[in-house]
């Protein structure tokens, strides 16, 4: 039969993503069924097959023999002498099969049933859509870059499924233009007006844990377990990492040998510096450990108040905090306390070489105060902001900002 008008597309309805043929043959019966309903009342008496393969459609439609004036209703049942005109061997009790052409429904009619077939597959794409990624919470998706905009990113997934990418959600080295692969968690999943809005994220801890678990085989085997991750995206990440196998160095197996492991998950995070250490219940220990690469002298805890006062040698401060502070603020994250750092009694008297701010103050400036023969923090004390500025190649506002840097590491 001709489905002409409403199936002359039907190739892009079996074709839609995530919709198994039974759930496809089910939307395109009830909304045949409706069309019946509307025509003869009801549709108890029909039967409805449908080809999801090239889209024929059969109704068949099957009603009661009764004699002449004893028809209650036209749409079971069919007086013998209409009956004969259409089949002579018919007789009373027989059953009359028709076939319903979709032509006899109307134009009108099929458009109709051609619009709710098309909202009815839209509405059952975004359930599955939704339903797909609301699993998939937490695990890493690859996809391509289609749209860049001021706050966030267009990525599609390869079966054209549309991710976003927030501003809030990327490295702040990321950047991205059209055409580009990204890596990335699934992070949230909501549905917004009957629409799936499936957000993605490069920021989160549960990202950085996954890229371990995709380059390190003991991680994803379950021998050694990530007990904690904490970040400064696209600064600095600690994770603390556990073996249950005495035989299995935790830390040794994240890295690789000469770092293979690790410098792909570092170069996915745009260089973000990694620090792996081993977990401990030993709290003095843990911190120890944390502040890494610093060497701590001693450490004073407060189990009560949460906090932990760390003495250091003058020349290891800078290195405990760390360039903009991150060091210590991810070692506090990561055990719980709240750190604080001492230069070690008595060592007020020490001079230290400017070389050990090298985390905090960029090594171009450094290399100007050296240039002047000014290679310890004292000596450049020792000078006023307008003496500096004119004898460096320096601002007045960057030297203000290297006194300040300085001047804390005596206070």
Request: charged share 35%; with cysteine; glycine share 6%.
């Amino acid at each position: 039969m001709s489905n002409i008008n409403l199936i002359d597309s039907f190739q892009e309805f079996k074709d839609f993503k995530n919709i198994d043929r039974p759930t496809m043959m089910s939307v395109l019966e009830d909304v045949f069924r409706s069309m019946i309903r509307k025509k003869f009342g009801n549709d108890e008496n029909c039967d409805v097959i449908v080809n999801t393969d090239n889209g024929d459609l059969e109704i068949w439609r099957t009603r009661v023999v009764m004699e002449d004036g004893f028809s209650e209703d036209d749409d079971l049942e069919i007086e013998l002498a209409e009956a004969k005109k259409l089949d002579p061997d018919l007789e009373v009790g027989d059953e009359y099969i028709e076939q319903i052409t979709l032509e006899s429904f109307g134009r009108r009619a099929i458009l109709a049933a051609r619009q709710t077939l098309v909202s009815k597959i839209l509405e059952l794409e975004k359930d599955e859509i939704f339903k797909k990624y609301k699993d998939r919470v937490g695990e890493i998706v690859t996809g391509e870059v289609y749209q860049v905009w001021k706050k966030e990113t267009l990525v599609l997934d390869d079966e054209g499924n549309e991710l976003l990418l927030p501003k809030t959600e990327q490295i702040p080295a990321d950047y991205f233009k059209k055409g580009d692969s990204v890596k990335a968690i699934v992070y949230k999943v909501d549905m917004l007006n009957s629409n799936p809005k499936i957000i993605i994220s490069r920021t989160a801890p549960e990202f950085l844990q996954r890229l371990f678990e995709l380059e390190v085989p003991e991680i994803f085997d379950g021998l050694i377990t990530i007990k904690k991750i904490v970040r400064e995206p696209g600064e600095r990440a600690k994770v603390a990492v556990e073996s249950y196998d005495d035989r299995i160095d935790p830390v040794g197996a994240c890295v690789g040998m000469k770092g293979s492991r690790i410098h792909g998950i570092v170069r996915e995070l745009k260089n973000e510096n990694i620090d792996v250490i081993n977990y401990t219940n030993n709290i003095q220990l843990y911190i120890q450990r944390a502040l890494s690469p610093a060497k701590i002298t001693s450490i004073k805890l407060d189990d009560e108040k949460k906090t932990a006062a760390v003495y250091l040698k003058p020349d290891q401060v800078s290195l405990a905090i760390g360039r903009g502070g991150h060091n210590i603020k991810l070692a506090g994250k990561l055990t719980g306390y709240e750190i604080d750092v001492y230069r070690e009694a008595d060592e007020h008297d020490e001079d230290v070489d400017i070389e050990e701010f090298s985390d905090e103050i960029e090594s171009w400036i450094i290399d100007e105060f050296k240039r002047i023969g000014l290679d310890t923090a004292k000596s450049v004390l020792a000078l006023t902001v307008g003496e500096l500025v004119k004898r460096t190649d320096l601002e007045e506002e960057t030297v203000k900002d290297v006194l300040a840097i300085l001047q804390a590491e005596f206070e």
